[in-house]
């Protein structure tokens, strides 16, 4: 049984935790108190959506910093394969309250369609603030989509390429840049529908777009409400890592020269973390001796991978069928 791990201290799990997270709840706490200083000061509708959404999301990256933290702990005894799937709870925590804001966002812009006011106070103060949100948030967006190639592994993309890039490989990263990407993307669109908003109806008195323009940014967050609460449903349930993972992790096995064939391999995917079980077949003719050495050295090369919590190897003797290409095959067609 491997040593029983020391006890971690309180700082050195905070600073494990998800840098982005943390700086998206800063961000994002700023934001939500200027929109809610300019809405008093103008009854902007669409204002008070924005302000209702940044607040939001500053709530939901503190409670995903405070699982991304736990979700670092080493194993224990008792929770052998670790704590991975923490932030997914806390992740589902966030997906409450972005609901509970969506309806009140949703709510609003009802009221604001059944009774359009048109305000004409504190329109500069309007527009400064939602410019400074789409800087803001878009920053955060751009630091997000670079986070999610770089935990997936992917090339880097830059300029435009980075978008597509980041939405191709955004299931491989981890729960907290997702949220972070999701709620930002949501973020951006929200402030720039609102500053329209804000521009046309000084120019033109056409109130009832405030109430249209609240009511589209709280459906807006009830989509990313049902995206990332998706994600994480599957996480806690338990979710296959994807086929590129695999495909990496069985050449990493098949690379081996005494390897024969893998007969089964299951790859669960924690938080970030690949947890890897496989029976892998070997050459007949080697002593246990061998066989153990060969079984614990493609444990140690799985393990370099840095995506890799764990591998759980066993072995047997070459059954002269070759499994993997089959169960490779059946997964093609």
Known sequence: ??????????????????????????????????????????????????????????????????????SEKKPTPRFPTGFGRVINIFC???????????????????????????????????????????LIDGAILIKAMKEILKEARAPEAKGFALMPAAFKNVGRAAPPTRLVFYEDIVAVLG????????????LTNFALLDGIVTTLIGLLMIAVAFRVGYDNMIGLIGVAAPQDIEDKVSQTILADEQVADIQMMRIIQEGRYYHVEGLIELHKGLTLADADDIKFRIQQNLMTNPDIADASISIIEDDGIHSWDKKQADFLK
């Open 92 to 134: 589902m925590i966030a997906v409450i309250v972005v609901t509970i804001m969506a309806y009140e966002t949703i709510h609003e812009g009802i009221h604001l369609l059944q009774h359009p006011v048109a305000h004409s106070g504190g329109v500069w103060i309007n527009i400064a603030v939602l410019v400074l949100n789409i």
């Open 191 to 202: 402030a720039l529908f609102a500053l329209i908003s804000v521009v046309v109806i000084a």
């Open 1 to 70: 049984m491997a040593e029983q791990p020391k006890k971690e201290s309180f700082m050195s799990l905070v600073k494990k935790g998800n840098k982005s997270s943390a700086v998206a709840m800063t961000g994002n706490a700023v934001l939500a108190i200027c929109k809610g200083g300019a809405f008093l000061v103008s009854g902007s509708g669409a204002m008070f959506a924005s302000a209702m959404h940044s607040l939001a999301d500053a709530v939901n990256q503190g409670f995903v910093f405070v699982g991304s933290v736990l």
